[in-house]
T-cell receptor
């Protein structure tokens, strides 16, 4: 039981390049989330998926797209990376989809540097 | 939107000392989560509080939610180097309706414990 896994762990991109961050969970959770963490700003929600087949924007969605591939996997894509997207990206999941006050479980993060 | 303010932003203590981290909300809290993060790693769930006046403990860490449900505190007794890390509070965005577990996070408190 691995929980939430993310790949890659580290990535360096040049401005304008694209990449996809992968996330998978093995807890049979319905809801999945992508956050970015920047110094002094805590975590900010980029996109979330309340259940398989649905995705919605969070607080900072610009420059990102997501795909809920199936119940287990939720990917985050940067189509044209910018230096402002240098950050640590976390994926999380929770039992969801219609319950409030549910614990989210986080992956180990992906450190992205955009030059 | 919900905003969470954590204080202090950083804290340095000697091993064995007690400490408190606060999390204050601009709105009523309907689900308050405490997470711990070690550098370069994901977030580890500590505790979740829902009811006004609620208090939960795990080992040497106690979290409380005040009666008015706008402030939570995290207290560590007899701190150890293993307690070092970043502590983040997160809260549900709204009480009514369905929030799908979308969390707003505080900016984090960096705790250093000197042996």
């Amino acid at each position: 039981n691995a929980g939430v896994t993310q790949t890659p762990k580290f990535q360096v991109l040049k401005t304008g390049q694209s990449m996809t961050l992968q996330c998978a969970q093995d807890m049979n959770h319905n809801s999945m989330y992508w956050y970015r963490q920047d110094p002094g700003m805590g975590l900010r929600l980029i996109y979330y998926s309340a259940s398989e087949g649905t995705t919605d924007k969070g607080e900072v969605p610009n420059g990102y797209n997501v795909s809920r591939l199936n119940k287990r996997e939720f990917s985050l894509r940067l189509e044209s990376a910018a230096p402002s997207q240098t950050s640590v990206y976390f994926c999380a999941s929770s039992r969801g989809a219609r319950a409030v006050q549910e614990t989210q479980y986080f992956g180990p993060g992906t450190r992205l540097l955009v030059l | 939107s919900q905003e969470l303010e954590q204080s202090p932003q950083s804290l340095i203590v000697q091993e064995g000392k007690n400490l408190t981290i606060n999390c204050t909300s601009s709105k009523t809290l309907y689900g308050l989560y405490w997470y711990k993060q070690k550098y370069g790693e994901g977030l580890i769930f500590l505790m979740m509080l829902q009811k006004g006046g609620e208090e939960k403990s795990h080992e040497k860490i106690t979290a409380k939610l005040d009666e008015k449900k706008q402030q939570s505190s995290l207290h560590i007794t007899a701190s150890q180097p293993s307690h070092a890390g970043i502590y983040l509070c997160g809260a549900e965005g709204n009480a009514g309706g369905i929030s799908y577990g979308k969390l707003t996070f505080g900016q984090g408190t960096i705790l250093t414990v000197h042996p």
